[in-house]
């Protein structure tokens, strides 16, 4: 590999490098990368990004990754989620986004990064890298009006008022990807993410969110509140939706909510979380990223 890798902090006017980006990731998609994954592209000091530039200052390589804490029953550990890896057709199988990539997480292991986390159709290519595919998600179809919504509650599109109490909710999670009022703010904010709260007397006590830029659609792929409600919300979300069926996403210590569905016959599957490395702690058993988590 004849390019050189620059460490670059990114420009909210760097417009070059999300055009790039936007060729190689969403050629099927009007929604840009920066939309859709607007946590990685902060100018902060929790983004490490790496990118190649050819001889005329073109980028022709990148990857970028996001540094938050993960809590689990207490316990704080420093996780990355990878993400926009990319390189340009023109440079191809010359080893460049492999190198982009290990210099990436020689940067993290020195930033004290203890977990590296990423996605990806192509798990082959990372494997060699360390990354291995690990952790679990549940997963069910819910055809469009199989459950209803229980009396004395109401599924309704979220208001700016609700965030406090979804971001309260969330932060119940025993395990989760720690998350300021901030990021909130710009998740929230992604095209085609819609979010939805159910109340019960009253008051709001559970959330899901389906869709995610150029991805997930159709999916709840993130919920929060008392099990109980997840038939409601369900219900109440598809009868506002035009899907004939919604995907609904859960945690695997979540799995007693599903309950109600595998009792109309519903198949509960189970996925893969994602590809994992390993840098400086062994990967917890209970490891899991919400779908706003992603990259």
Same mark, same amino acid.
């Given at each position: ?60 390589? /990148? =990857? ?6 993960? &809590? +689990? $029953?207490?316990?704080?550990?420093? *996780?990355?989620? %990878? ?86 909710? /969330? =932060? ?6 720690? &998350? +300021? $009022?901030?990021?909130?703010?710009? *998740?929230?904010? %992604? ?105």
């Amino acid at each position: 590999m004849n390019a050189r890798i620059h460490t670059e902090r990114l420009a909210t006017s760097d417009e070059d490098l999300v055009h790039f980006l936007d060729g190689v990731l969403r050629e099927d998609t009007t929604t840009s990368i920066a939309e859709d994954s607007p946590l990685l592209f902060g100018t902060g000091d929790d983004v490490a990004r790496r990118i190649v530039r050819d001889d005329a200052g073109n980028v022709v390589s /990148h =990857a970028a990754a996001r540094i938050a804490v993960w &809590r +689990s $029953a207490g316990v704080e550990r420093t *996780l990355a989620t %990878i993400g926009a890896v990319a390189t340009a057709t023109t440079h191809r199988n010359r080893g460049i986004a492999t190198a982009v990539l290990h210099d990436l997480i020689d940067d993290l292991k020195q930033r004290g990064v203890e977990i590296a986390v990423l996605w990806s159709d192509v798990p082959g290519f990372y494997e060699p890298m360390g990354f291995t595919r690990t952790g679990v998600e549940l997963l069910v179809e819910v055809p469009r009006r199989l459950h209803g919504v229980a009396k004395s509650t109401l599924v309704r599109p979220m208001e700016p008022d609700d965030l406090n109490v979804i971001a309260e909710i /969330h =932060a119940g999670e025993p395990h989760l990807l720690v &998350r +300021s $009022a901030s990021d909130w703010k710009r *998740l929230v904010g %992604i095209p085609r993410c819609d979010v939805y709260v159910l109340e019960a007397f009253g008051q709001v006590e559970a959330y899901g969110v389906v869709g995610k830029g150029h991805d997930l659609g159709g999916c709840l792929h993130e919920w929060g509140g008392p099990s109980r409600h997840l038939p409601s919300l369900v219900g109440g979300i598809t009868a506002l939706r035009r899907e004939s069926a919604l995907w609904v996403m859960s945690a695997p210590w979540r799995r007693e909510a599903l309950a109600p569905f595998t009792a109309m016959g519903l198949e509960i599957r189970e996925g893969v979380l994602g590809m994992v490395k390993a840098l400086h702690a062994e990967i917890p058993k209970n490891l899991y990223l919400f779908g706003l988590d992603s990259n």
